[in-house]
């Protein structure tokens, strides 16, 4: 769905271009394009047909509207003969699940169609480029840039997110408490490589980018947004580590607790082994045993019984068995 | 054996050349090639007489001949002197195993020959091919371009099956139940290996390649391809990095599971040792043991075992030993 | 806050402009400016303003503003038309803890201006600049360099400590007590990850900006500052390969010490069975059990328990099992 | 010792220089070297004053004479001024064992030196080469090939035996067999390392060699090598890989084992702790214990134990204690 | 202290100067330099002011004075504007301990400063070198090249005495005896980190300087040390894996050690059990147990009991558990 098409001179909106014309409305569009102005094309979740005829209109490549309509693109920037085609996954996250949506972007020096499949609106963006004419007389590449921009924030947005995340596991692992971390950290790890998948293959063409993107003064909005991706790669592969860390670390814990716990019931059992053989030798049927007769026979075993059993528990306790 | 073997002008087939008459007929099919016509021969499975005399025909090096002979050959990509040898290995997924075929491709300005070692046949991407002149027009990279697409399609296939299998053991991993998955993983990485090397040596080539094509309107589809592989690259790599996770999540969880059941058996074992170390002291002979003369001694003593083995129990129950 | 601005001529310190008088007080200073003087503007914890005004009199780039404001830049070089904005993270170790504060230096060749977020203060770095007339004279370089110095010597004190504390860790894991230093190495390991977030992205952007930089004779300077930032990275990885090492050391050792009292528990346990199960046999109730009316039945069962028990005992000690 | 020591011309043996005249007598056939014409000395385990000899004879450069008799070099190819060194390693593998032994190759525009100690004979390389007139016309460099070609073929046939015994290897560990492997496993991981140690040196340079071989026609049949150094390359990294799988898996099920045997024994000895409990209550003295006086009180007890017992082991037997 | 001040001519020693005269007696021998002559100052553990002295004399940069006083510099090797400074750490080996000493080469086309800080003395080296008129009339570098050899040749001695010890780990991993390796594997790795941190970082320098160092009959000899160094690096590499491998290996060993321990303890233990709870049965009070009145009853039982425990030993034993 074409949700705005606009013509823009001198970085501000000449005039709004009536995109339920369809394609033909298009054509006019383009055709009508003075030498120093450029038309912006917002698309959301477009279907086939759609994206057919805006590629016909602005004489689009069949790959890349192949590229627009196939889901799950891999992050890439292709340049194609005047254009360049940008395509983008934003990332989210929500109860502990990252999730990503595709945006693409083709632009050449007279026109720029940003297409969208899922995720936030780019209403908000197109409103502040509108209000800072400066940039948007950059041409097509401040709305590039602009685009880049909200997204690659949405990459530091997410690390932060996941940074508050591991942070918790920490916690949560290094507490006296037993806890059970492991499940939560595998998930987390699972949702790092999602993340990571959908932001590490824009750092390199994005770095090409900043020393080949016209004009030249938009170079330093790109190298600052290129920047920007480095950091949240940094903060990934911090996050990544710390899981690591912290999954070994939460190991480590829960197998000294089972060790703990097992040497416990171990002593436990030992200590009632002392008695029980004792008793075991006076219940012996021997005619002839002696201390049987003796008046404080039967107390001084019950005695000596507790001392067995005292002097091991105590042992046991100060060598931290028990 | 050879499938097809066709002239093609202007992007649609102009006639078939008789593969029947063998190397002759091959040769005078070379030599009655217009300038802007192209031959494709398509061989399967071939003998080694069969390649000698294509060779010939088309003046092919030894060692092309050896290459295409000679099984399992690492993916590359060769230049000599006017013309490209291309050695894929097309993978398939079959009952949790990874298999792989070869098909070699040549192609120089005037022919293309595709020969194909097992696997499915490629008689579909001609097919496809004629119906689309367009593309057919770029002359025998057109058909290199094709006969890369389908296999790179099928890496992806591939790669997607694998992740299916990754996130099946993940279930049963992360699930409740008992499972023994490590065996399942193990061979997962085998077959993810196997993959790897089919798909991962042709990734450099392919991209130096697509800057090299000619003519340079068939670029675009090449790096498309290039972008393909390196996606299903991305996939496997994230399916090793999933299989080492499942993998270690699985040894901890049966160590878990292993040491829950060695606790609790030896929780049981203690909980005996109460009752028969109270036992045992009653069982012993002494003459003068007042208790064993109570009214109610022998109650009592049951009592006082039921108190220990159920405080214990508790207190076993509460720290979850039980 | 303005801490310091004064304008420098032949390597020595002409005149101090005076920040009170605000951006007009800066434009002037600026516009006064000799052909071979040069200013510099030394700023502590900025508020907006501030550092848009004296973005404004430097007619700094607006990225170049928001970078010198927004907290918790990545270390980074970039090159503007004509100067050079450095961002510095500079750490310092406190309490086992790695801390960082950014100091950005905004370099031309009129002017130079630092801007410092929390940390040290740069005035001794000024003090001894202003002592050193050679160094001076080769302009504002000569102060990125003096700032580049102070934080590099930074890095390299705080490696020092933390090389320091994974030698006292490795002392406590190899001795004979029995420790818990895991968490310690947890945390070493996370302090190290912080210090390498700080140091590792200045390394390639430093390296580059040896050969860029002019006037030509400063040259030695930044590379002596380079080869000081490198030795600060292989101290930190070899920290980090210590502490990969002492952990695995210390959970080998936690395990074979668990694993020791396990045995030594279960060996008590097994050395009581032994009497526990002969004296059962002479507590049956047979009738007839010649050896109960034997003379020496009694001291002669004792004295064989006795020897079981002894001969175990031997056994276990000496198998090292005691 | 000199093997063998003779002039072609045309691709073909054109005369036997006769080295039995010693340094002069090389000399004398350097000299006679018509303009098409090349040497080829083959030398098997020299001594040092032959190759001084030899080295004299073809002004070689002293640093050469001493890589060619230090033993145990580092594969390499070195170029000096008017010719190269080539350093090679080959590899056998016998008994479970790698073993290496050094091939060096000086090869000029007009001479061919090749030294082997120990390993196999290259008389076959010769005699293969001067049967294929074709190749042997590519000069000097034609040798280089034949012996790079017959020692990566070796690197082949040990990958070949490696991936075999890993394969043997795998079957063992993921038998249900109690198995032992984890010697084999860590010793073929040091073959595979001395394997490396010989073969991953050679990659690089030999892929350089490739572009700047002489004559160009020689420079396909050295990518082919090259190709195949690169596949023992790939074999041998799959085989460091599976071994580390395998190591892992087989360390696992052991873990595994152990833990079963442990639980089996503790069942057991807790199901006789059950009986032992009982019997010890009825043990007891007491002089009022009803149930010892009624008539069926016996056989009612061991009733019990026997369904006690029972109970436990079937339990034990449905959680798969037993 | 200045150790030896010699000037050289046409690959001999020309003249000694006398460097009691201090900086003045330098300043002369400088000034006193015919064009075909080159001075060598070998100086040992020096002061400050020695230094000092010796860079007023030569006209070194502040810079390098300083990277010479210093210690524990990183090696590398710096280009100033007419000489070159390079910085080595040798290493020796001595009760397992790997130590290092700094060597400083400053060289340009007229001087060559050596600058030993502890370590063995390189009077050998001058010796040698003077005793080769061919190597010495390359000039200063020529001093370079011998220094640098013997520093690689001390990396190759101290790299054979790591692999020896590795060796001797490896033969007492595997023994059957029962060893406690894992400190010692654990300092050696330590000892290998020192070593790499000392040999790692000349690497890349060395490599570049081959190709740039006059004059260009020099480059063969740096190309040697920098191959030699190469084979110490590979050698150190291997060293480290395979104390990986002895590391895991012991473990594995010494886990599976102590789980047999445990099991013949435990599996001791429930042998104890059978005869114990037999005995129980016939220790109850019943007042009917007619096989307490068999006149066979009483070894009967013993008879039953030797069964139940010979049967349960001759499993064990089969099972591996005894």
Not at 23 to 43: R, T
Not at 183 to 192: A, D, F, G, H, Q
Not at 282 to 294: A, I, S, T
């Amino acid at each position: 769905m074409i949700i705005d098409c606009a013509i823009y001179r001198d970085g501000a909106r000449a005039r709004t271009a009536d995109p339920g014309e369809g394609p033909q409305g298009l054509g006019f569009a383009v055709e009508s394009l003075g030498d120093d102005e450029f038309l912006w094309i917002g698309v959301d979740d477009p279907g086939p047909e759609e994206i057919e005829d805006v590629g016909r209109a602005l004489s689009l490549h069949p790959l890349v509207v192949e590229d627009i309509l196939e889901p799950h693109q891999r992050p890439k920037i292709d340049r194609y003969h005047d254009y360049l085609l940008v395509s983008l996954r934003g990332v989210s996250y929500a109860d502990d699940e990252v999730e990503t949506h595709e945006v693409d972007v083709c632009v050449s020096a007279r026109f720029v169609l940003t297409v969208r499949h899922g995720g936030p609106t780019l209403a908000q963006a197109r409103a502040e480029l509108e209000a800072d004419p400066e940039r948007l007389r950059h041409g097509p590449v401040s709305v590039l840039h602009a685009v880049l921009d909200r997204i690659v924030d949405g990459y530091d947005d997410v690390a932060v997110e996941l940074e508050t995340d591991v942070e918790e596991i920490e916690v949560s692992v290094f507490s006296e408490e037993r806890t059970r971390d492991s499940n939560r950290i595998y998930r987390l790890k699972r949702e790092s490589l999602e993340y990571r998948r959908a932001v590490l293959p824009l750092r390199e063409p994005l770095a090409r980018l900043v020393d080949a993107v016209t004009p030249r003064e938009a170079g330093p909005y790109f190298r600052d947004v290129s920047g920007h991706l480095q950091r949240a790669v940094d903060a990934i592969e911090a996050v990544d580590s710390l899981l690591d860390n912290a999954l070994s670390a939460h190991l480590a814990q829960l197998s000294i607790q089972q060790n703990d716990d097992m040497r416990k019931l171990t002593a436990g059992a030992t200590l009632f082994a002392i008695p029980t053989a004792i008793a075991g030798i006076y219940g012996m049927n021997f005619h002839d045993m002696p201390e049987l007769r003796w008046p404080f026979g039967y107390p001084l075993v019950l005695v000596i019984m507790a001392i067995g059993c005292g002097y091991a528990y105590l042992r046991f306790k100060r060598s931290g068995w028990l």
